[in-house]
């Protein structure tokens, strides 16, 4: 069985950064592809970016491209999103997801994944 766990996130200021880091456990993630969706109030989940199992591709939705950044460490079975230029309109719970045996834009087009975390808040203030 595994898990994911995410962290990193909290209350910043429009313009502002944050990095969040998605920790894998229980069992290796090492071939799975793995990503960052979110989910606003009010509004369905929606992908961010994800990441493939090497490290070698990765994808982003159009709203964050050019200030999100997605990456991975395999050692330490860990993904992050350093996020940059953060708007208002980036406030959400984002979630982490990993899938395995898949692309990264094939991911990034599914709703169902085989391991979700428990979400971490990101509010940007305007």
């Known amino acids: 069985q595994g898990q994911l766990v995410e962290s990193g996130g909290g209350l910043v200021q429009a313009g502002g950064s944050l990095r969040l880091s998605c920790a894998a456990s229980g069992r290796t993630f090492s071939t799975a592809a793995m990503g960052w969706f979110r989910q606003a109030p009010g509004k369905e989940r929606e992908f961010v970016s994800t990441i493939s199992w090497n490290g070698d591709y990765t994808y982003y939705a159009d709203s964050v491209k050019g200030r999100f950044t997605i990456s991975r460490d395999r050692a330490k079975n860990t993904v992050y999103l350093q996020m940059n230029s953060l708007k208002p309109e980036d406030t959400a719970v984002y979630y982490c997801?990993?899938?395995?045996?898949?692309?990264?834009?094939?991911?990034?087009?599914?709703?169902?994944?085989?391991?979700w975390g428990q979400g971490t808040q990101v509010t940007v203030s305007s």
């Open positions: 997801a990993a899938d395995r045996f898949t692309t990264v834009q094939a991911m990034a087009a599914r709703s169902n994944h085989d391991y």
